[in-house]
């Protein structure tokens, strides 16, 4: 990714100072750049083939359009602009949600493109800064489009948690593949975020957190916006941004807590790769499923530390819990990160999950309660429960998945979170009885339990 130079941020902010003195005008103003990363392939967006950037694309691209997504998945073009040097400013008679900016080349080829979540700028700011058109936002767009060529409304899906679904080593994947496979491919992480997002609405429906799809997409506009005006600036700031990006949508959802936050990731994740490996789990996909495994596993990741981490924190845990938890939560990150195959992240879950309450007095679970020679016994019966509940839900979700084969993302996402339900009454059952040994604290290793047991199912 490019970074911006100087001369960029003394434009950016002089129309910034002009439209303030002006009142912000009718119009709205959306700069950002076209940049060359990860591959490039020059097919129009509407064509059935992905346009994935990449080499190429700055000096390709000599204007860009943006556009609302209508019904089919045809685009409405709003506006354009020329593109110098990979810089562009457009600007809109009337602000808008949910659209599509495609980076064109002087044949009339779409080479990149990228979804813009809103027109509304950050606080204070006049000016709405896009994401970078790099392989990733172009997967981004492209599934988006899918999505609503498939059936969904453009206003019904939340592309702000689709583009969190998505990232480059899937946009690289997919980049490639061969026109007819990469289109499949799309096809199915369409269907795989439609199946994550309808899951975690009823996961947080069952949890008791009544919120809809819009006023989770809404409330993480603002996060949104951060985070594109950072990714903007460079490579440079990318993991901050991200780290930033999740903290701010958890903290703009005061509905949930936590807890409930991860439940619902933990289930998403699940009905989301069950969709991509019905899809892709032979041939040419596997490259793509194996991605989007990797990728949902470290998305379940962040919910399942920041819940943990609230668990510890509400219970006034010890130092020590507190120090194994977040030594774990490390070591799953980075294991994540340099996870080559699926693989390695089911290796690195499993990991995490002993350390976290199965692994004896050394977990986390086990320093919480105060595990001693004395009350092992009890610690253990409360383990062994939850294990027979983890091995039902894995045969309960592995039957799904051969049922299913490519059902809807309603039946998906209802047999998901019934499996989900029945495990948790089963670990509360369970494990409560044989934890009272440990007095008031037998409800915090009853709940890290429940995590343990329950992350990354299905792997």
Not at 151 to 161: A, E, L
Not at 244 to 258: G, M
Not at 267 to 279: F, I, K
Not at 341 to 354: E, G, M, Q, R
Request: hydrophobic content about 45%.
């Amino acid at each position: 990714m490019q970074t911006r130079r100087a001369g960029e941020v003394v434009l950016g902010a002089l129309v910034c100072w002009m439209l303030a003195a002006c009142g912000g005008g009718d119009k709205v103003t959306v700069h950002g750049h076209v940049t060359n990363g990860g591959g490039h392939q020059s097919q129009r967006l509407t064509d059935g083939a992905p346009a994935l950037a990449g080499d190429g694309t700055v000096s390709a691209a000599v204007k860009v359009r943006i556009s609302r997504v209508v019904a089919a998945g045809d685009l409405t073009t709003l506006a354009e602009a020329d593109v110098a040097d990979g810089s562009y400013t457009l600007e809109l008679d009337d602000p808008g949600q949910r659209l599509i900016i495609e980076a064109v080349s002087a044949s009339g080829a779409t080479v990149g493109s990228a979804v813009l979540d809103s027109t509304t700028p950050r606080p204070q700011e006049y000016v709405r800064t896009a994401p970078p058109i790099t392989s990733e936002s172009s997967l981004e767009a492209e599934v988006f489009v899918q999505m609503v060529r498939d059936g969904d409304s453009p206003d019904g899906v939340d592309t702000v948690d689709l583009r969190a679904r998505l990232n480059a080593e899937q946009a690289a994947a997919v980049r490639g593949q061969l026109k007819a496979t990469a289109a499949e491919s799309v096809e199915a992480l369409g269907a795989a975020v439609r199946a994550a997002q309808a899951t975690r609405i009823k996961a947080y429906a069952r949890a008791g957190v009544v919120v809809t799809q819009e006023q989770l997409f809404s409330a993480s506009l603002d996060a949104s916006a951060r985070l594109d005006a950072t990714l903007d600036a460079g490579d440079l700031y990318a993991e901050d941004a991200y780290n930033t990006f999740f903290a701010a949508v958890r903290a703009a959802t005061p509905q949930a807590n936590d807890a409930q936050d991860q439940q619902a990731e933990r289930e998403a994740s699940v009905a989301y790769r069950m969709a991509v490996n019905a899809r892709l789990s032979s041939g040419a996909g596997i490259a793509v499923a194996d991605a989007s495994v990797r990728a949902a596993a470290a998305l379940e990741a962040r919910a399942t530390e920041a819940a943990v981490n609230a668990l510890l924190e509400g219970a006034g845990a010890t130092d020590v819990a507190v120090q194994e938890a977040n030594f774990a939560a490390t070591l799953l990150r980075s294991n994540l990160f340099s996870a080559t195959s699926a693989s390695d992240a089911s290796t690195a879950w499993a990991s995490y999950n002993t350390r976290l309450a199965t692994g004896g007095s050394s977990s986390v679970m086990g320093a919480q309660l105060g595990v001693t020679s004395s009350n092992y016994l009890a610690f253990d019966s409360a383990v062994h429960a939850g294990a027979q509940a983890g091995t039902t839900l894995e045969a309960t979700l592995g039957t799904v998945m051969e049922q299913s084969g490519k059902a809807s993302a309603t039946a998906l996402s209802d047999a998901v979170v019934n499996a989900f339900a029945t495990y948790d009454a089963a670990v509360r059952g369970g494990a409560t009885a044989t934890l009272v040994a440990f007095g008031p604290k037998a409800t915090t290793g009853v709940e890290l339990l429940i995590i343990s047991e329950g992350s990354f199912r299905l792997r």
